[in-house]
């Protein structure tokens, strides 16, 4: 081997590694922080609390029914809450663009989710509470509220990765 090659081995090692922690990081960056509790409506104005979807393993996603990579994780999504829905997982959607907030009905039934909606806290407000960088996210929390797992964005074959952390949440998993 030439010494370019070996340097050039000798550098994407570490770099590796680096990408994988900073994955790490990314996924479980709150692991063990309390989620912060909400206090919003649904689509037809009932008041709803965090504790109103508590179950053994709680789903919450923010997503706005524009967003391109929330339109590609969804159906994925509402596949993994109607497989696990019997277990114990709990699964809530808040919208983080008010102004589509009239969309989503028909956004609903157009792809036939199922899953409960949020709405009426402001865009910027999420963002702070949340510390919401794109959408979709995903948070997976315990009964008690903390975190176990954030996923943020989307690629194909993440919801793989989902699945297994709520498996593990309700004890079915690996």
């Not at 709150?30 to 179950?55: E, I, M, R, V």
């Not at 509220?145 to 709520?166: H, P, V």
């Amino acid at each position: 081997m030439a010494w370019g090659e070996k340097l050039q081995a000798a550098i994407r090692a570490p770099a590796c590694l680096l990408g994988v922690a900073v994955l790490l990081m990314q996924t479980n960056a709150h692991a063990a922080d309390k989620f912060k509790p909400f206090k919003l409506k649904t689509l037809d104005g009932t008041a709803k609390t965090l504790q109103d979807y508590w179950g053994k393993a709680t789903l919450v996603s923010f997503f706005f029914p524009s967003c391109p990579y929330c339109n590609a994780a969804f159906p994925e999504v509402q596949k993994i809450h109607d497989k696990y829905k019997a277990q114990g997982l709990s699964t809530v959607w808040i919208n983080v663009v008010p102004d589509e907030n009239k969309k989503i009905p028909a956004w609903l039934q157009q792809h036939q989710f199922t899953i409960p909606v949020l709405i009426g806290a402001s865009q910027a407000s999420l963002q702070r509470d949340y510390k919401l960088k794109m959408t979709p996210t995903h948070y997976l929390l315990n009964p008690a509220g903390e975190i176990l797992f954030t996923q943020a964005g989307y690629e194909k074959g993440d919801e793989r990765m989902l699945e297994e952390n709520i498996q593990k949440a309700l004890g079915s998993g690996p």
